[in-house]
């Protein structure tokens, strides 16, 4: 089945959703965790993009809703693929929507920009989180000064470098599965090195050689 999100067709089907398909395989179990878990998760993410004005510590809780319908502010309704509430039991409560894109391109050069700024229930998103196969569709936004604090962009293979370092404590299982789905379908994380050793050096006039053919004495 999976051999579809790498542009194989059968020809019975008219059209395949692999964004649509892909954002329920590998986040919809994660909306199912109870506890804290999910939350820290997204917390992480966050954190680890260097999204600024996000509490000291770790939230509580956290509520997702897949392709919910949200205003945007010249009125018309979007329908991001995620938004993800993030809560503290101090009452902090931060908003962030997701955008995950798979062989296509955005909707337009100002989707993520009217996304960031659209309501969800009434209310502004704080973040906005975008994942895909490369970041250049987001490098707009990640210029100008006043989106940059906002905006997060991971490619999918720093998402299994992150899963395969994360160590947050009822997700080993989701992680160990995002990550087989992804390397099924071509993405890789880095792991590190099984061998690091140090070329054999050539003497050449009991002199050693170098790239570029520079010879050092």
């Known amino acids: 089945m999976y051999r579809r999100y790498l542009g194989h067709r059968d020809g019975s089907e008219r059209r395949v959703r692999e964004e649509d398909e892909l954002t329920g395989l590998l986040l919809g179990p994660l ?3 109870p506890g804290s878990a999910p939350a820290i998760f997204w ?5 680890d993009s260097g999204i600024e004005n996000l509490p ?8 997702m809703q897949f392709w919910p319908r949200c205003q945007a502010a010249d009125g ?3 329908e991001p693929d995620l938004a993800v509430e993030l809560c ?20 337009g050069e100002d989707q993520l920009g009217r996304q960031l700024m659209s309501q969800w229930e009434g209310m502004r998103f704080d973040y906005l989180l ?3 196969k490369d970041v250049t569709e987001a490098a707009g936004m990640l210029a100008s000064e006043g989106d940059r604090k906002k905006v997060a962009a991971w490619t999918w293979d720093r998402i299994v470098t992150f899963l395969n370092h994360s160590d947050i404590l009822g997700l080993e299982t989701w992680s160990y599965q995002v990550v087989s789905v992804l390397e099924c379908l071509g993405i890789r994380g880095f792991r590190g090195f ?10 050449v006039n009991n002199k050693r050689v ?4 520079e010879v050092l004495g």
């Open 130 to 132: 975008f994942i895909g």
């Open 88 to 107: 503290w039991p101090s009452g902090d409560v931060r908003r962030v929507t997701v955008e995950m894109k798979w062989n296509a391109p955005l909707s």
């Open 76 to 78: 018309r309704i979007i």
């Open 210 to 213: 170098f790239w570029k053919g």
């Open 43 to 47: 917390y992480n993410l966050l954190i």
């Open 194 to 203: 099984y061998v690091f050793q140090m070329p054999e050096v050539e003497l």
């Open 56 to 63: 000291s510590h770790e939230p509580q809780a956290c509520r």
């Open 31 to 33: 909306a199912m965790f």
